[in-house]
């Protein structure tokens, strides 16, 4: 195994992104919580990216 899980969140969280602007709809960006959401925000963003 190589690297560790905070490597792999951190590389998750990079790559999100990419993703949700390559394969979200415009209609998509009212879902993104706002800078400083409580950490509700984690849960939200596993959900996004399913």
Same mark, same amino acid.
């Given at each position: 195994?190589? %690297?560790?899980?905070?490597? +792999? @969140?951190? !590389?998750?969280? !990079? @790559?999100? $992104?990419?993703?949700?602007? @390559? $394969? /979200?709809? @415009?209609?998509?960006?009212?879902?993104?919580? /706002?800078? %400083?959401?409580?950490?509700? $925000?984690?849960?939200?963003? +596993?959900?996004?990216?399913?």
């Amino acid at each position: 195994m190589v %690297g560790s899980a905070d490597v +792999s @969140q951190e !590389i998750s969280v !990079i @790559q999100s $992104y990419f993703f949700f602007w @390559q $394969y /979200k709809e @415009q209609a998509d960006c009212a879902t993104v919580p /706002k800078a %400083g959401a409580p950490e509700a $925000y984690e849960s939200h963003l +596993s959900d996004l990216l399913r």
